[in-house]
């Protein structure tokens, strides 16, 4: 049996962003793994009841995933809403997701704190980047699995290639 993939929902073509819209990730392998039955698509705030659209989030404080699951940093809208609960139920959700399926690895939209692998925005809401991982992308590292942003699918081609 092949390992299968999870992927973000946006990456799919699914309008589940923030902003209502998608971000479809449109390669040929995308195409063939379809095709094999190895996708396995989420979107971790939609799994946890978040609404389409909703407020803009960030982890605070320049913070990362990491912390946010240590409980030592926090999840807040631009509204200043306090949402980490939503993220973190919305890792679970993708890990759970992910061991039920059988899932090796996970292709996630960059700059989300969820999804965010490479990198997430740092807080202040001014479009500034920094290096580091969304609560989703953090928690499905901790559990082995290999986490792979838009950016770098051919790093997730060659991996799946060399497993296969």
């Known amino acids: 049996m092949q390992d299968k993939i999870l992927v973000s929902a946006c990456l799919m073509g699914h309008a589940v962003r923030y902003d209502g819209r998608a971000k479809p990730l449109l390669?040929?392998?995308i195409e063939a793994w379809r095709a094999e039955g190895r996708l396995v698509t989420i979107c971790p705030e939609m799994s946890a009841g978040m609404k389409v659209p909703r407020s803009p989030a960030?982890?605070?404080?320049?913070?990362?995933?990491?912390?946010?699951?240590?409980?030592?940093?926090?999840?807040?809208?631009v509204t200043g809403g306090d949402?980490?609960?939503v993220f973190l139920l919305a890792a679970e959700n993708a890990v759970a997701l992910?061991?039920?399926?059988?899932?090796?690895?996970?292709?996630?939209?960059?700059?989300?704190?969820s999804c965010g692998s490479a990198f997430i925005y740092d807080g202040?809401?001014?479009?500034?980047?920094?290096?580091g991982n969304g609560v989703t992308a953090a928690a499905l590292k901790a559990v082995g699995i290999e986490v792979f942003s838009d950016r770098d699918i051919e790093r997730l081609i060659a991996r799946v290639a060399h497993d296969t």
């Open 83 to 85: 949402v980490t609960a």
């Open 124 to 131: 202040s809401f001014s479009g500034r980047k920094q290096a």
């Open 98 to 113: 992910a061991k039920q399926t059988g899932c090796r690895y996970a292709l996630l939209i960059d700059g989300s704190p």
């Open 58 to 77: 960030e982890i605070a404080g320049a913070a990362t995933g990491e912390e946010v699951l240590a409980g030592t940093a926090r999840v807040v809208e």
């Open 27 to 29: 390669h040929p392998a």
